[in-house]
Nanobody, 125 residues
Framework: QVQLVESGGGLVQAGGSLRLSCAAS????????MGWFRQAPGKEREFVAA????????YYADSVKGRFTISRDNTKNTVYLQMNSLKPEDTAVYYC??????????????????WGQGTQVTVSS
C-alpha cells in the first residue's frame, strides 16, 4: 500500500515562510517524479512544483518561481517544498503526488499515480 503523507501546513502572515514535507512509504520512489499541486476554494487543482528524483531536475509554476523551492531526500523517501515570501493568493490545500512513470509530463496532474491527503496553507494579509 503506497502512502504519501504531507505535513507542515498552517497559518502564516504574508511575507512569511513554511516548509511542507511529503513522506512516501510502501515503495521506493527513487527515479520517479514527485510533485506538489494546490487547490484553492472554487478553483481547479494547479501545478506548483515537481522534481525528477534521479536527475534532481526541478520545475515550477510561474506564480511561485523564485519564492518556492522543491527538494528531496532520497534516504528518507521524502520531498520538501520550501515556501518563502508567501502571499494571500498562495492560500490553498497543498497536495503531494508521485508517479511510477519517470517520463511523465510533470505539470500534468493526471499523470501522477499517488496522492496525499493534502495540507492546508493559509496566508493572511
Amino acid at each position: 500500500q503506497v502512502q504519501l503523507v504531507e505535513s507542515g501546513g498552517g497559518l502564516v502572515q504574508a511575507g512569511g515562510s513554511l516548509r511542507l514535507s511529503c513522506a512516501a512509504s510502501g515503495r521506493t520512489f527513487s527515479g520517479y517524479p514527485m510533485g506538489w499541486f494546490r487547490q484553492a476554494p472554487g478553483k481547479e487543482r494547479e501545478f506548483v512544483a515537481a522534481i525528477r528524483w534521479s536527475s534532481a531536475s526541478t520545475y515550477y509554476a510561474d506564480s511561485v518561481k523564485g519564492r518556492f523551492t522543491i527538494s528531496r531526500d532520497n534516504t528518507k523517501n521524502t520531498v520538501y517544498l520550501q515556501m518563502n515570501s508567501l502571499k494571500p493568493e498562495d492560500t490553498a490545500v497543498y497536495y503531494c503526488a508521485a508517479a511510477r512513470n519517470p517520463t511523465i509530463v510533470v505539470l500534468r496532474a493526471k499523470d501522477y499515480d499517488y496522492w496525499g491527503q493534502g495540507t492546508q496553507v493559509t496566508v493572511s494579509s
